[in-house]
């Protein structure tokens, strides 16, 4: 048996110390190795005509052998390792905003509620211009991320513009510990609808933060459910697995794991929850949605415990080990596969196309043709099928023209916006925001209700603004998808973008469609029930 173990040394330059193969019979190809790839690294420092980027050239070395593996393997540095173990603990150290680039450049747009930047009185549409003293002029949100990460307890100086104040404002803010909710909010949405985005993956605390979601929405009138995890990367398997078993009954499957029986015993892991909640409940899904969400969108599918609404999942069904490697940096290995409860392989093919085509999802088609998927059952029977991600009961695909809108109008109406709720559009000092978010209010139905007025005033705006080069004509066209984005610029101004994300849902036809299958979600939780009940009763006379 051939185990691979890349073993890494960071004395001075980055190297490759040894690719060690456990098999004697691999001596040779270790020592090509080994060879190889000392004399092309020498070579290339003696005669390239550039300087030769030694760390980055061993970086690629080791992600390129790793993506010969399968697209999900991988390597990262220490900085990227770091970030990764950050993101799994649902917490990283900066100042706590979100920041975005628009016309070329980088703005605040939500301070989150208690964090460093919202205490030091940063706001949304303020325009970072410079961190410690360097100018961000060229800079992309990227560059100036990485400038306002750091470790606990360091500070950063942030200098920003801020609309209708003449100077800079300069803020020294101290880095802390920032927390990453995987729940960004939840809330009802009326007649006994809940609604909870689990948006942000799979991490330590997922399964905490949705009991509370689950109590706290029961305790506002809840009765159905739509849980939405739409572009949910996935994550921690055990948190997964506990979510689901928030919904589904004691002995249920939830997830099979298959890998090499020396290395990753097979294992299953069922429900133990003898309470459920049976709330009748729709799921959100897309083609971001992967992994960790994609076991517990097809877990609720094949025990027909939800209606799953949206677009075809991403098709990652690759169990990942983690190894820290002694220079701080990491790998992700796959160790294994996922398969659903009723069998089915969520992993989409990989094999004789590019690792760009695989997660640019060009090829599926043709993929599926040449490997037809395998046809499984729900528990009720209904047909089911793998090899291709998480396919919805009913698939609701996004507009094309919503994403064109969106690349249209979002830096127009954001341009708008910032001066809006600055108080410098004439006529609407109704929208005038001068104060910090309040991120303890749940936007109402009513406010910030954008009416003809404003869309006249975003109309000369725009004629006063030709540098944001909009088609004024299409102002009318669009106007239901300005009229909605308008309001959530201004509510995230108002009270951050978690609160300021439910205006969005009211356009949003994946939404609409979820509220519509409810009636559907209740049959099969009422057949669901009557089944469990038969069964307890058998189990007991018997």
Known sequence: MAVVVVSLAWAGVRSIERVALA??????????????????????????????????????????MLHTLDPHSSFLDR????TFQNEQRSRYSGIGSTIAQRTGKVYIMSPFDGTPAYKAGIRYGDQIIEVNGESTEGWNSQQVSNKLLGPEGTTVTV???????????????????????????????????????????????????????????????????ILDLRSNRGGLVDQAWKVANDFLYRGQKVVSMRGRPAVFPSRDLAASNAKPDESPMVVLINRGTASAA????GALQDHDRARLVGENS?????????????????LTLTAGKYYTPSGRLIQRDYSNRSFYDYYLQRGDKEQLQLHHPEEKHTD????????????????????SHEVEMERVW????????????????????????????????????????????VLAAFKEFLKGHQEL????????????????????????????????????????????????????????????????AAARGSSRRD
């Open 294 to 297: 994609e076991i517990v969108a």
């Open 410 to 453: 979002i830096e127009p109406i954001f341009a708008f916006t910032r001066q809006l709720v600055a108080g410098t559009i004439p006529g609407l000092p109704e929208f005038k925001i001068d104060r910090p978010a309040d991120h303890n209010h749940q936007l109402g139905a009513h406010e910030f209700q954008v009416s003809e007025k």
């Open 314 to 330: 991403f098709g990652k069904g690759l169990v990942q080990s983690v190894y820290t490697l002694k220079d701080g940096s990491g």
């Open 23 to 64: 098999d004697d019979d691999d001596s040779a190809a270790q020592t090509k190795i080994d060879g190889d790839f000392a004399k092309a690294l020498t070579l290339a420092k003696e005669n390239y005509a550039g300087q030769v980027d030694v760390e980055r050239v061993v970086k690629s070395s080791v992600q390129g």
């Open 79 to 82: 900085k990227e390792w770091q």
């Open 380 to 399: 009720a029977g209904r047909p089911v099928y793998g090899g291709d991600g998480i396919q919805p009961d009913v698939e609701v695909k996004v507009p």
């Open 159 to 225: 200098k920003i513009s801020r609309v209708g104040v003449p100077a800079a404002i300069e803020f020294k803010v101290t880095r802390a510990f920032v927390p990453l909710p995987s729940i960004t909010n939840s809330f009802m949405i009326g007649n006994g609808v809940g609604y909870v985005n689990l948006q942000r993956g799979f991490n330590t605390t997922t399964a905490d933060e949705m009991s509370e979601a689950l109590s706290s929405l029961h305790d506002q009138g809840m009765t159905s459910l």
């Open 469 to 532: 080069k909009a088609n004024i004509e299409r102002v009318d066209k669009d106007a239901d998808f300005v009229r909605l984005w308008i309001r959530f610029e201004v509510a995230t101004a108002a009270y951050g973008q978690e609160a300021a994300f439910e205006a969005r849902l009211e356009g949003d036809v994946q939404m609409q469609k979820a509220i519509g299958e409810m009636p559907k979600a209740k049959a099969m939780v009422d057949d669901i029930r009557r089944s469990w």
